[in-house]
């Protein structure tokens, strides 16, 4: 794996549950690991290979693995596991989406989620190998007054590591226009959503036009549209790009296909993200070695990769300091 310092700016908290994980809270939780979901160590959630298939296939697997969450010392434990797999791989920051929503399945609330989370931050924290920031994220199909609902307690809960709001789900459901109201009531100065993923060109524009992204989750379906890609360059947008994650949910038949080294070329402000990670048989340090061995990214380019993501991170000015001396 390159030495490289790495940055995972597009992962969800919930997706880097590892099976292993999943069989030790269901063991604690007293309920039962699901049965068909795991083979050989590894989620089994193949669907029948297409697009729409695997889709719900993987949706299913991620609602049968989570299921088995049921405390804030899950939370914990979660957290903890996945700071610590990153940082074993040279990852230096990392940026999760967190869910107010999937806090309230498990039964919590969202200030007792991110107490929970923080204290497996706090634990990673003191070997002082990784930094994360929290984005506080909605559920676009569950539609926008739920959305709302995740803006206003995000706003009535400030914390520290929460920087950003965030809007992950189906992209295709409801309008952008329909979520610019969760946006500002969260109050926060960072956002970041999920467009150009499962829609195309379209998705961009809005998101870009009514909800004032330029860092977008995903962003590859852009390539479809040169005249998008252009002013998409004029205002320095910046792709957290997930390779795994686009080819496994069929976004793109194969790397040859995939746009990344086409963004990066163009002069695009690439960054890269695991997204789901255990669910997609990935990791940070698998998605930047993708990179250096399907795409020719050398070490330099990977590290020029790092840096966007440390400039366009969600932190304070001190912190993307003392993560940029960590490049030097
Ligand atoms: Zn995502």
Redesign the pocket.
């Known amino acids: 794996m390159t030495r490289v310092p790495k940055v995972d700016l ?1 992962v ?1 908290l919930e997706g880097t549950i590892s099976p292993a994980m999943v069989t030790h809270l269901a063991e604690r939780n007293k309920t039962k690991t699901p049965p068909g979901l795991i083979k050989e160590g590894s989620y089994n959630w193949q669907g029948d290979g297409t697009a729409r298939g695997d889709l719900i296939a993987f949706v299913h697997a991620y609602d049968q693995a989570t299921s088995v969450m049921k405390s804030a010392q899950d939370y914990t434990d979660i957290t903890y596991d996945y700071l610590k797999r990153s940082a074993d791989e040279g990852c230096i920051y990392a940026e999760i ?1 967190i869910s107010a929503d999937h806090a309230a399945q498990v039964g919590l609330t969202y200030a007792e989620m991110l107490n929970a989370i923080t204290q497996g931050y706090e634990k990673v924290k003191k070997e002082n190998r990784i930094e994360m920031r929290l984005i506080s994220t909605c559920v676009r199909h569950y539609g926008p007054e739920a959305a709302l609902k995740v803006g206003k307690i995000t706003h009535d809960h400030p914390h520290p590591l929460v920087t950003a709001f965030g809007m ?1 789900g189906d992209e295709n459901a409801y309008t952008a226009a329909d979520f610019k109201s969760a946006f500002d009531a969260s109050g926060l100065p960072h956002r970041t959503a ?1 467009a150009g993923e499962a829609a195309g060109p379209e998705s961009v524009r809005a998101a870009r036009d009514i909800l004032k992204i330029r860092r977008f ?1 995903h962003m590859v379906r852009a390539i479809e549209d040169p005249v998008l890609m252009k002013e998409l360059l004029a205002i320095n947008a910046v792709p957290e790009v ?1 390779v795994s994650s686009n080819l496994c949910l069929h976004a793109f038949k194969d790397y040859a296909a995939h746009p990344l080294r086409k963004f990066f070329d163009a002069g695009l402000k690439v960054t890269l993200g695991s ?1 789901d990670p255990t669910f997609f048989s990935t990791s940070i340090g698998r998605e930047y070695d993708i990179a250096q061995k399907h795409f020719g990214f050398s070490d330099d380019e990977l590290k020029r990769i790092t840096r966007n993501a440390i400039e366009e991170a969600f932190v304070d000015d001190t912190t993307r300091e003392q993560l940029l001396n960590k490049l030097k």
């Open positions: 597009h969800h989406h992950a999920h989750g997930c997204d």
